[in-house]
Protein backbone atom coordinates (compact mmCIF):
# COMPACT_ATOMS: atom_id res chain seq x y z
CA UNK A 1 0.00 0.00 0.00
CA UNK A 2 1.67 3.60 -0.72
CA UNK A 3 1.96 5.86 2.53
CA UNK A 4 3.89 8.46 3.42
CA UNK A 5 5.00 10.47 6.22
CA UNK A 6 2.98 11.82 9.02
CA UNK A 7 5.14 15.24 8.85
CA UNK A 8 4.14 15.42 4.81
CA UNK A 9 2.71 19.07 3.81
CA UNK A 10 -0.51 17.48 2.13
CA UNK A 11 -1.29 15.59 5.29
CA UNK A 12 -0.60 18.71 7.35
CA UNK A 13 -2.16 21.48 5.64
CA UNK A 14 -3.31 20.10 2.42
CA UNK A 15 -0.34 21.38 0.56
CA UNK A 16 -0.84 20.15 -2.43
CA UNK A 17 -3.47 18.75 -5.51
CA UNK A 18 -4.68 15.46 -6.81
CA UNK A 19 -6.44 14.55 -10.21
CA UNK A 20 -8.53 11.41 -10.89
CA UNK A 21 -8.40 9.57 -14.14
CA UNK A 22 -10.68 6.95 -15.31
CA UNK A 23 -8.95 3.49 -16.26
CA UNK A 24 -9.94 2.03 -19.53
CA UNK A 25 -8.25 -1.46 -20.90
CA UNK A 26 -5.14 -0.72 -18.59
CA UNK A 27 -4.50 2.63 -19.34
CA UNK A 28 -5.81 6.33 -18.19
CA UNK A 29 -7.81 7.71 -20.35
CA UNK A 30 -7.79 11.70 -21.05
CA UNK A 31 -4.19 12.08 -20.24
CA UNK A 32 -3.17 15.29 -22.09
CA UNK A 33 -5.87 17.01 -20.86
CA UNK A 34 -5.36 15.99 -17.37
CA UNK A 35 -1.98 16.75 -17.50
CA UNK A 36 -2.88 20.03 -18.68
CA UNK A 37 -4.42 20.88 -15.39
CA UNK A 38 -1.37 19.57 -13.56
CA UNK A 39 0.39 21.96 -15.10
CA UNK A 40 -1.81 24.38 -13.89
CA UNK A 41 -2.00 23.45 -10.21
CA UNK A 42 1.90 23.00 -9.97
CA UNK A 43 2.16 26.50 -11.46
CA UNK A 44 -0.57 27.60 -9.27
CA UNK A 45 0.72 25.83 -6.23
CA UNK A 46 4.33 26.67 -6.67
CA UNK A 47 5.46 23.32 -6.96
CA UNK A 48 8.07 21.68 -9.18
CA UNK A 49 6.59 20.29 -12.35
CA UNK A 50 7.04 16.60 -12.69
CA UNK A 51 8.14 15.13 -16.06
CA UNK A 52 5.25 14.22 -18.06
CA UNK A 53 6.76 10.96 -19.70
CA UNK A 54 8.04 9.40 -16.03
CA UNK A 55 4.62 10.16 -14.71
CA UNK A 56 2.62 8.73 -17.71
CA UNK A 57 4.94 5.24 -17.37
CA UNK A 58 4.21 5.69 -14.04
CA UNK A 59 0.52 5.93 -14.49
CA UNK A 60 0.63 3.12 -16.78
CA UNK A 61 2.13 0.80 -14.94
CA UNK A 62 -0.65 1.26 -11.81
CA UNK A 63 -3.14 0.28 -14.48
CA UNK A 64 -2.09 -2.78 -16.05
CA UNK A 65 -4.09 -5.52 -15.11
CA UNK A 66 -7.10 -3.37 -14.42
CA UNK A 67 -9.44 -2.96 -17.76
CA UNK A 68 -12.12 -0.61 -16.05
CA UNK A 69 -11.20 1.41 -12.44
CA UNK A 70 -9.97 4.83 -11.20
CA UNK A 71 -6.83 5.73 -10.88
CA UNK A 72 -6.20 8.47 -8.48
CA UNK A 73 -2.76 11.04 -8.30
CA UNK A 74 -2.22 12.64 -5.42
CA UNK A 75 1.63 15.57 -5.32
CA UNK A 76 2.09 17.47 -2.01
CA UNK A 77 4.83 19.66 -1.40
CA UNK A 78 6.45 16.86 0.79
CA UNK A 79 7.76 16.95 3.90
CA UNK A 80 8.18 20.06 6.01
CA UNK A 81 8.72 21.11 9.75
CA UNK A 82 6.09 23.18 12.05
CA UNK A 83 4.64 26.11 10.48
CA UNK A 84 3.03 27.53 7.38
CA UNK A 85 6.38 28.15 5.89
CA UNK A 86 7.41 25.86 3.00
CA UNK A 87 11.15 24.49 3.45
CA UNK A 88 13.56 26.01 1.27
CA UNK A 89 13.96 22.85 -0.52
CA UNK A 90 11.02 21.04 -1.82
CA UNK A 91 10.93 16.95 -2.24
CA UNK A 92 7.45 16.50 -3.96
CA UNK A 93 5.60 13.37 -2.96
CA UNK A 94 3.94 11.85 -5.92
CA UNK A 95 1.49 8.87 -4.96
CA UNK A 96 -0.55 6.13 -7.35
CA UNK A 97 -3.44 5.21 -5.78
CA UNK A 98 -6.20 2.86 -7.95
CA UNK A 99 -9.50 2.01 -7.11
CA UNK A 100 -12.30 0.00 -8.15
CA UNK A 101 -14.72 1.22 -11.24
CA UNK A 102 -17.67 3.54 -10.28
CA UNK A 103 -20.38 1.20 -10.69
CA UNK A 104 -23.09 3.97 -11.34
CA UNK A 105 -26.46 2.60 -12.19
CA UNK A 106 -26.64 2.82 -16.26
CA UNK A 107 -30.14 4.44 -16.05
CA UNK A 108 -28.14 7.39 -14.50
CA UNK A 109 -26.53 7.65 -18.62
CA UNK A 110 -29.53 6.76 -19.90
CA UNK A 111 -32.12 8.35 -18.26
CA UNK A 112 -30.77 10.69 -16.26
CA UNK A 113 -31.18 11.99 -12.67
CA UNK A 114 -32.13 14.23 -9.78
CA UNK A 115 -30.32 17.45 -8.67
CA UNK A 116 -31.34 18.66 -5.36
CA UNK A 117 -29.93 22.16 -4.12
CA UNK A 118 -26.88 21.87 -0.83
CA UNK A 119 -26.97 24.35 1.97
CA UNK A 120 -23.53 24.26 2.44
CA UNK A 121 -21.73 26.85 0.84
CA UNK A 122 -18.61 27.26 -1.09
CA UNK A 123 -16.23 30.18 -0.41
CA UNK A 124 -14.72 32.84 -2.27
CA UNK A 125 -11.37 31.36 -3.25
CA UNK A 126 -9.53 33.10 -6.59
CA UNK A 127 -6.55 31.80 -5.91
CA UNK A 128 -6.93 28.42 -5.58
CA UNK A 129 -10.37 28.63 -7.69
CA UNK A 130 -9.92 25.77 -11.04
CA UNK A 131 -7.42 23.38 -9.37
CA UNK A 132 -8.36 19.98 -7.41
CA UNK A 133 -6.12 21.09 -4.17
CA UNK A 134 -6.27 18.54 -1.64
CA UNK A 135 -8.55 21.07 0.91
CA UNK A 136 -12.29 19.70 -0.05
CA UNK A 137 -14.20 20.34 3.02
CA UNK A 138 -16.37 22.16 1.76
CA UNK A 139 -17.17 19.31 -0.67
CA UNK A 140 -17.19 16.32 2.34
CA UNK A 141 -19.94 18.60 3.84
CA UNK A 142 -21.91 19.36 0.74
CA UNK A 143 -21.57 15.17 -0.22
CA UNK A 144 -22.05 14.50 3.46
CA UNK A 145 -25.61 16.48 3.36
CA UNK A 146 -26.29 15.06 -0.05
CA UNK A 147 -25.76 11.39 1.73
CA UNK A 148 -28.80 12.19 3.83
CA UNK A 149 -31.43 12.93 0.81
CA UNK A 150 -32.03 9.88 -0.50
CA UNK A 151 -34.24 10.90 -3.79
CA UNK A 152 -31.42 12.75 -5.51
CA UNK A 153 -28.18 11.32 -7.08
CA UNK A 154 -25.96 15.05 -7.30
CA UNK A 155 -26.51 18.33 -5.21
CA UNK A 156 -26.18 21.72 -6.68
CA UNK A 157 -23.30 24.10 -4.72
CA UNK A 158 -24.02 27.74 -4.25
CA UNK A 159 -21.60 30.33 -3.32
CA UNK A 160 -22.49 32.67 -0.48
CA UNK A 161 -23.85 35.25 -2.99
CA UNK A 162 -26.15 32.54 -4.09
CA UNK A 163 -24.52 32.13 -7.47
CA UNK A 164 -24.36 28.68 -8.89
CA UNK A 165 -20.72 27.12 -8.52
CA UNK A 166 -21.19 23.39 -9.32
CA UNK A 167 -22.20 20.42 -7.99
CA UNK A 168 -20.66 18.29 -4.80
CA UNK A 169 -18.41 15.96 -7.33
CA UNK A 170 -19.44 17.32 -11.56
CA UNK A 171 -19.68 20.41 -12.83
CA UNK A 172 -23.01 22.34 -14.51
CA UNK A 173 -24.36 23.04 -18.24
CA UNK A 174 -27.93 23.66 -19.11
CA UNK A 175 -28.94 25.16 -22.50
CA UNK A 176 -31.44 27.92 -22.79
CA UNK A 177 -32.34 28.41 -26.87
CA UNK A 178 -29.57 28.27 -29.11
CA UNK A 179 -26.98 29.03 -26.62
CA UNK A 180 -24.90 26.92 -23.74
CA UNK A 181 -24.03 28.37 -20.09
CA UNK A 182 -22.22 27.20 -17.43
CA UNK A 183 -21.13 28.71 -14.31
CA UNK A 184 -17.60 30.80 -13.98
CA UNK A 185 -15.10 29.14 -11.73
CA UNK A 186 -13.18 32.30 -11.25
CA UNK A 187 -13.99 32.28 -7.28
CA UNK A 188 -14.33 29.14 -6.50
CA UNK A 189 -15.30 25.45 -7.59
CA UNK A 190 -12.99 22.84 -9.78
CA UNK A 191 -12.20 23.51 -13.68
CA UNK A 192 -13.07 19.72 -14.68
CA UNK A 193 -11.59 18.03 -17.51
CA UNK A 194 -14.53 16.59 -19.28
CA UNK A 195 -15.56 20.38 -18.69
CA UNK A 196 -13.06 21.55 -20.59
CA UNK A 197 -13.63 19.21 -23.11
CA UNK A 198 -17.15 19.76 -23.51
CA UNK A 199 -16.12 23.44 -23.88
CA UNK A 200 -13.99 22.58 -26.75
CA UNK A 201 -16.47 20.73 -28.33
CA UNK A 202 -18.96 23.18 -28.27
CA UNK A 203 -16.49 25.55 -30.17
CA UNK A 204 -15.45 23.45 -32.38
CA UNK A 205 -19.35 22.72 -33.20
CA UNK A 206 -20.07 26.69 -33.79
CA UNK A 207 -22.15 26.41 -30.77
CA UNK A 208 -22.14 29.62 -28.40
CA UNK A 209 -21.90 29.09 -25.19
CA UNK A 210 -21.27 31.80 -22.28
CA UNK A 211 -19.32 31.21 -18.38
CA UNK A 212 -20.41 33.81 -15.83
CA UNK A 213 -22.37 34.35 -12.40
CA UNK A 214 -25.82 33.27 -12.62
CA UNK A 215 -28.49 32.13 -10.03
CA UNK A 216 -30.91 28.98 -9.80
CA UNK A 217 -33.58 30.84 -11.57
CA UNK A 218 -31.02 30.62 -15.05
CA UNK A 219 -31.76 26.80 -14.63
CA UNK A 220 -35.57 27.21 -13.72
CA UNK A 221 -35.80 28.59 -17.53
CA UNK A 222 -33.87 25.97 -18.76
CA UNK A 223 -34.33 23.69 -21.78
CA UNK A 224 -31.86 21.04 -20.83
CA UNK A 225 -29.21 20.63 -17.81
CA UNK A 226 -26.78 18.48 -17.56
CA UNK A 227 -23.79 17.38 -15.16
CA UNK A 228 -20.11 15.92 -16.37
CA UNK A 229 -17.03 14.59 -14.84
CA UNK A 230 -14.00 12.66 -16.18
CA UNK A 231 -15.27 9.32 -14.54
CA UNK A 232 -19.30 9.68 -15.21
CA UNK A 233 -18.97 11.47 -17.99
CA UNK A 234 -22.46 13.09 -18.51
CA UNK A 235 -25.93 12.67 -17.03
CA UNK A 236 -28.78 14.53 -17.99
CA UNK A 237 -30.73 16.37 -15.07
CA UNK A 238 -34.46 15.11 -15.14
CA UNK A 239 -35.61 16.96 -11.70
CA UNK A 240 -34.37 19.43 -10.07
CA UNK A 241 -36.83 19.37 -6.32
CA UNK A 242 -40.51 19.94 -8.17
CA UNK A 243 -39.20 20.90 -11.37
CA UNK A 244 -38.90 18.36 -14.44
CA UNK A 245 -37.04 18.83 -17.60
CA UNK A 246 -36.43 16.83 -20.87
CA UNK A 247 -33.13 14.38 -21.71
CA UNK A 248 -32.56 17.11 -24.34
CA UNK A 249 -31.05 16.86 -28.06
CA UNK A 250 -27.52 18.18 -26.98
CA UNK A 251 -26.82 16.37 -24.02
CA UNK A 252 -27.42 12.62 -26.21
CA UNK A 253 -25.14 14.24 -28.89
CA UNK A 254 -22.43 15.13 -26.31
CA UNK A 255 -22.94 12.04 -24.32
CA UNK A 256 -22.39 10.19 -27.94
CA UNK A 257 -19.19 12.11 -29.02
CA UNK A 258 -17.41 11.46 -25.85
CA UNK A 259 -17.62 7.95 -26.22
CA UNK A 260 -17.13 7.92 -29.88
CA UNK A 261 -13.69 10.26 -28.45
CA UNK A 262 -13.19 7.07 -26.11
CA UNK A 263 -13.25 10.13 -23.40
CA UNK A 264 -14.73 7.82 -21.07
CA UNK A 265 -15.27 4.08 -20.82
CA UNK A 266 -18.29 2.51 -22.33
CA UNK A 267 -21.21 1.88 -19.85
CA UNK A 268 -22.62 -1.06 -19.25
Known amino acids: MESFSAYDRGLQYGDGFFETFTIDQHAPLCWFAHWQRIEKSCQRLQLPLPDESKLYHTALEKCQGIERGILKLIMTRGEGGRGYQPPEKTHPTLLFLTYPWADYPPDYFHTGITL ?153
Open 116 to 268: TVCETRLAHQPLLAGIKHLNRLEQVLARQELSQISTAQEGIVLNYAEELVECTMSNLFWRKGECVYTPSLHNAGVAGVMRELILATLTTWNIPYKEGCYTLEALEQADEIFICNSVLGIWSVRHINKLCYNKGTLTQRLQHYILQQRWITAYA
